[in-house]
């Protein structure tokens, strides 16, 4: 897949031309067609598609874009310095109040546990060897170990005291409580 200069920060569209041939619904976060660009765009319609990791992507004069900068630059004016973090972590939910301007360590900081975690709790893994579970986290470029707890619950409360120490309002805890 080739990258829009645009995901690498570059401007290819005016803020003119955006507000020319889209509208932008903050409360809900579509996107429709002010203008019709193509046979697949009629005015009124919802425009872009949706990718199979959720993503709405639309194309403007040749040109392929994500919606979710798009919504930034078409609310602030000018397009994001670094990465939109989706705070709900549905990439498909455009809506202004759910996007922040984020580094990219601060995004991977808003993720869920990963889907080959059989646990389901992000940052919690069982040692065999130990016969413990064992919390850790990333912070500062590095894996940290927080301990190994006889509970994956203790475990769980170790890395959800330690993400919002070492990533803040980015940090996300995935896991039940009993």
């Known amino acids: 897949m080739i990258l829009s ?3 690498l920060g570059e401007q290819m569209i005016t803020h ?3 507000l020319d041939v889209l509208n932008y619904e903050c409360e809900s976060g579509v996107f429709t067609w002010r203008k019709k660009l193509s046979t697949r765009g009629p005015v009124g319609k919802e425009a872009g598609y949706r990718s199979r990791r959720g993503r709405i992507s639309i194309r403007i004069d040749g040109e392929l874009y994500l919606a979710h900068r ?3 630059f078409f609310v602030h004016s000018v397009w ?3 990465e939109i ?3 709900n972590v549905n990439e498909s939910d455009n809506r202004i109040s759910n996007l922040r301007e984020s580094t990219r360590s601060q995004n991977l900081f808003n993720t869920h546990a990963r889907r080959t975690n059989k646990l389901g709790i992000k940052g919690v893994h069982y040692s ?3 016969g413990k579970w064992v919390a850790a986290i990333r912070a500062n470029g590095k894996q940290k170990i927080l301990g190994r707890f006889s509970s994956p619950y203790d475990a769980a ?4 005291s330690a993400s919002e120490m070492y990533h803040g309002s980015y ?3 995935s896991w039940f409580q009993p």
Do not use: T
Request: aromatic share 12%; net charge negative.
């Open 5 to 7: 200069a645009v995901v």
């Open 16 to 18: 003119e031309r955006l």
């Open 70 to 72: 798009l919504a930034w």
């Open 80 to 82: 994001p310095e670094f």
């Open 85 to 87: 973090d989706h705070i």
């Open 128 to 130: 065999s060897e130990r």
């Open 157 to 160: 409360a170790a890395y959800a």
């Open 171 to 173: 940090g996300r805890v």
